[in-house]
């Protein structure tokens, strides 16, 4: 935006024309450059499979991430918020597991070419060693590990593009003096940023910024685009099951329009919204007698000004003269290409883990039982006396959710395997390596119906019968099981053998 002054000072755009749109074949004009943004990956290499829609998959990622890059429009790739890892203080028993995650999702990483990186706070906050092992290895640039902030400069095409990594935390002075001190030789300033909204947008007004790619907001949804200052905010959700991306034209050194569907989309949703609230909010005060017909008169003016906002809203978009730009979000479903090389990296560290936890936690028997606990026996002990129950358990989802992870080579993996197993971490149950010789493993009857040693010796000792919503909570969490709803499932459970008398053969 320095560039400006310059321009009308001179009345010439001599020297300020850089990266200036090209003319494609069909006439259209070409992006002058292509940013894709991802924010907040925390470590996912890919999503777990539980739910019914999985996004991501950073083979899934790199697959977009190599379509981008072909080779007409300058593509520059940025990353911001958590890039490693989900939590802070790990347990001990997981440090291994993440810390062979980071260094395959490095490699991965490395192999995208990323322009530049800004570690987020949980990064920042694993042992100073590990940081420094991944660090030292990664070929693409990570910023502002040491100063408030720190500038790599890009050329992509004939753009000369400065990117501003913000510590998280940093003082505005010192990111304000980074930024001015990139504004010269530069076309483009771009800062990453890991914090709150309040924080990005702090960013976004520090005169000389144009993008913000705002980490930290740790949510599913991606925020469209959204004005702070003269800049403008990019985020593209979490765990990489997408990003976002920005095609920029660039002709002046003035702020950009923003001409995505994505933000129309957005606001016409907000200006809806407040239209019925404010609507309603109306019909009500027309009903009581207490409200001021001045006072309702203003907000009938407000009501009417929102609706012209929204009209104008319908109007096909003016194509800018200035500089504009339009972002999408590319989600990345289950069908989604995948970049083959990458998959296997991936095969071969599922692999890597699930053989090292399998050593690592080779002695790691149960918790031992309290003197009022009782045994796990496994779910054939009770097939024993219930075998109708058992021959519907055996084809139900339960039955065969140990094998869902083995053909995954997921089943020692820390992240998987407590959920798909019975009794984990409970006394006398399994762990990631026991599970009674196999009798543990899947979601057993005991995983509803409590341990059952002594009803199994003396079935006239209860064991309990209803399973309440908290006993499938744990599992069925909103994280794993997104459509779960008690009732509904718990339906599907009572069936003949199971809860209602086995059909006669
Ligand atoms: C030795 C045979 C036997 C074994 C083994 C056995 N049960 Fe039972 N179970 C019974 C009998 C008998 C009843 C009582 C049936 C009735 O009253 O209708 C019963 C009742 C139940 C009930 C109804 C609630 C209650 O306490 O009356 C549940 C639930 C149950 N069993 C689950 C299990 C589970 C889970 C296992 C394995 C951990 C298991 N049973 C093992 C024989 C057995
Ligand atoms: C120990 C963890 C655990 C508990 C407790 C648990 N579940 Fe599950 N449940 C699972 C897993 C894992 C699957 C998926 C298994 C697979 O396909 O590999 C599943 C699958 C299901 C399914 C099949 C869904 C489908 O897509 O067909 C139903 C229904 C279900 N659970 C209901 C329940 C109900 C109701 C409860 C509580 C009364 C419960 N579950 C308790 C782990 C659990
Ligand atoms: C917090 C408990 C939990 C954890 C942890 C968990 N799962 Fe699951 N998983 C479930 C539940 C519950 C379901 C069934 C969801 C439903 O149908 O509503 C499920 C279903 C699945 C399915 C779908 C099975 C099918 O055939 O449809 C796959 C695949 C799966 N899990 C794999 C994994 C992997 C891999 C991991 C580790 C990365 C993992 N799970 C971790 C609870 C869990
Ligand atoms: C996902 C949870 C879950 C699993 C796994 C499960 N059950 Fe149940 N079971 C239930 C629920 C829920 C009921 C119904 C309770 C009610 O009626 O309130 C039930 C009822 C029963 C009953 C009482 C039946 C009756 O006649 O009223 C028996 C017996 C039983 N289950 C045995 C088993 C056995 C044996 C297994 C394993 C082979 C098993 N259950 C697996 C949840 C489960």
């Given at each position: 935006m320095r560039c400006l002054l310059v321009l009308l000072a001179l009345g010439a755009t001599a020297g300020c024309n850089r990266g200036q749109s090209k003319e494609a074949p069909d006439g259209k004009p070409s992006p002058t450059l292509r940013l894709a943004v991802v924010t907040d990956l925390k470590g996912y290499l890919e999503p777990c499979g539980c739910t019914s829609r999985p996004l991501g998959g950073i083979d899934r990622l790199a697959a977009q991430i190599r379509a981008l890059r072909d080779g007409s429009v300058p593509l520059v790739v940025l990353m911001a918020g958590d890039l490693f890892f989900d939590t802070d203080a790990l347990e001990p028993a997981r440090v291994d597991q993440a810390n062979r995650n980071a260094s395959t999702l490095l490699g991965i990483l490395d192999h995208l070419e990323i322009d530049a990186a800004l570690p987020g706070r949980r990064d920042r906050a694993q042992p100073q060693e590990e940081l420094a092992r991944l660090h030292t290895a990664s070929r693409f640039p990570w910023l502002a590990m040491k100063g408030a902030a720190e500038?790599?400069?890009?050329?992509?095409?004939?753009?000369?593009?400065?990117?501003?990594?913000?510590?998280?935390?940093?003082?505005?002075?010192?990111?304000?003096?980074?930024?001015?001190?990139?504004?010269?030789?530069?076309?483009?300033?771009?800062?990453?940023?890991?914090?709150?909204?309040?924080?990005?947008?702090?960013?976004?007004?520090?005169?000389?910024?144009?993008?913000?790619?705002?980490?930290?907001?740790?949510?599913?949804?991606?925020?469209?685009?959204?004005?702070?200052?003269?800049?403008?905010?990019?985020?593209?959700?979490?765990?990489?099951?997408?990003?976002?991306?920005?095609?920029?034209?660039?002709?002046t050194d003035e702020a950009f329009a923003d001409l995505s569907e994505w933000s129309k989309k957005e606001r016409i949703r907000q200006l809806e919204a407040q239209i019925a609230d404010l609507s309603e909010k109306i019909l009500e005060w027309e009903r009581s007698k207490d409200v001021d017909p001045a006072d309702l008169r203003a907000q009938s003016d407000r009501l009417a000004a929102l609706k012209t906002q929204r009209e104008a809203m319908d109007a096909p978009p003016r194509s800018p003269r200035g500089n504009s730009f339009t972002a999408r979000w590319v989600e990345l479903p289950k069908e989604a290409p995948t970049d083959q090389e990458v998959t296997k990296l991936m095969r071969?560290?599922?692999?890597?883990?699930?053989?090292?936890?399998?050593?690592?936690?080779?002695?790691?028997?149960?918790?031992?039982?309290?003197?009022?606990?009782?045994?796990?026996?496994?779910?054939?002990?009770?097939?024993?006396?219930?075998?109708?129950?058992?021959?519907?358990?055996?084809?139900?989802?339960?039955?065969?959710?140990?094998?869902?992870?083995?053909t995954r080579n997921k089943e020692f993996n820390l992240d998987c395997v407590g959920c798909h197993v019975t009794g984990y971490d409970q006394p006398g149950g399994s762990t990631v390596t026991h599970n009674l010789k196999g009798a543990l493993v899947n979601v057993g009857c005991e995983s509803c119906h409590g341990p059952g040693a002594a009803h199994t010796k003396n079935p006239e000792i209860d064991i309990v019968e209803d399973a309440p919503e908290s006993t499938c909570l744990p599992c069925h969490n909103e994280e794993h099981s997104d459509q779960f709803d008690y009732e509904t499932y718990k339906k599907t459970l009572i069936v003949p053998g199971h809860g209602l008398p086995p059909v006669e053969p």
């Open positions: 500038v790599v400069r890009i050329k992509a095409g004939e753009l000369r593009i400065a990117v501003v990594g913000v510590r998280p935390g940093a003082k505005r002075d010192a990111v304000m003096a980074a930024v001015g001190s990139a504004q010269a030789e530069t076309d483009l300033t771009i800062a990453l940023v890991h914090g709150s909204r309040r924080d990005a947008n702090r960013i976004g007004a520090i005169d000389g910024v144009d993008f913000v790619v705002h980490g930290g907001l740790d949510q599913d949804a991606p925020l469209p685009p959204h004005r702070a200052g003269e800049a403008w905010v990019l985020n593209a959700g979490r765990q990489g099951q997408g990003l976002t991306v920005v095609d920029l034209h660039r002709k071969e560290h599922d692999k890597a883990v699930n053989q090292a936890n399998r050593e690592a936690f080779a002695d790691l028997a149960p918790r031992p039982l309290g003197p009022d606990d009782i045994a796990y026996v496994g779910s054939e002990a009770c097939g024993t006396c219930h075998n109708p129950a058992y021959v519907w358990w055996q084809s139900h989802p339960h039955g065969h959710a140990y094998l869902t992870l083995q």
